[in-house]
């Protein structure tokens, strides 16, 4: 919108997020950012690739570093790149500015692997090809990706055929590290949300572990909440 389509200048798009994307006008231009500009997560080169090729530079980077055990054993002493956040994409939101895809400051950013909430609009296997182009091979630490269904996605035998045919396709295919998948519905977080002594039971994938929903803090129970729920 800034460099090819020429719809906002870079003086204006900097404004923008200095002032959170407050005021009508400012609103409007976010509503086209999240509406009509490309995003991660829908198996678009024109940003998925922007997206490997940034880590494929912070991979490169990574290697000219080393930590005290650097020479002092056979093994070990380097880094190792990984997109496990775990939770942390909840905290780290709070203090980071408005950024320009839109999301407003002080929202959580992107867990994991994972498109940001809400962006993903093509279903899973849309997601799937999108992570696929990320170089997983130089990633040692994992590519962490958490999507979430909607329990009638999965309610026949044959709807659990398709979700086995997916997930085979996404290890042995795209070489995938790691998918953990919540299969609750929407309104099911809400009400546990509204009502949580009604749901000490609730048990969600959180990133890399796994909790009790009603334990979670309010902007982590929101940030599960906001996940796109996938059909198949």
Do not use: C
């Amino acid at each position: 919108m800034v460099f090819e389509d020429k719809q906002i200048s870079q003086p204006e798009l900097a404004k923008a997020l200095e002032e959170n994307f407050e005021g009508s006008e400012q609103e409007q231009l976010r509503q086209r950012i999240l509406n009509f500009a490309p995003k991660y997560g829908n198996d678009d080169d024109s940003v998925d690739l922007l997206l490997a090729e940034a880590y494929s530079v912070y991979i490169d980077e990574l290697n000219h570093f080393v930590n005290t055990r650097h020479g002092r054993g056979p093994i070990g002493g380097g880094y190792y790149a990984g997109t496990s956040s775990i939770s942390a994409n909840v905290p780290f939101g709070a203090s980071t500015m408005a950024t320009p895809d839109g999301r407003k400051a002080t929202t959580p950013l992107a867990e994991g692997a994972s498109p940001s909430s809400g962006s993903d609009r093509l279903g899973p296997t849309a997601v799937y090809n999108s992570v696929g182009k990320i170089q997983a091979d130089r990633i040692l630490g994992g590519v962490l990706l958490n999507q979430k269904l909607s329990p009638a996605a999965v309610a026949s035998e044959s709807d659990k055929l398709k979700l086995s045919m997916l997930i085979r396709t996404f290890f042995n295919h795209h070489k995938g590290w790691h998918v953990q998948y919540n299969i609750v519905s929407r309104d099911t977080l809400l009400a546990a949300k509204r009502n949580p002594e009604q749901y000490r039971d609730l048990v969600v994938r959180v990133a890399g572990y796994s909790a009790f929903f009603t334990a979670l803090s309010p902007d982590a129970q929101d940030d599960i909440i906001a996940r796109t729920e996938h059909e198949l």
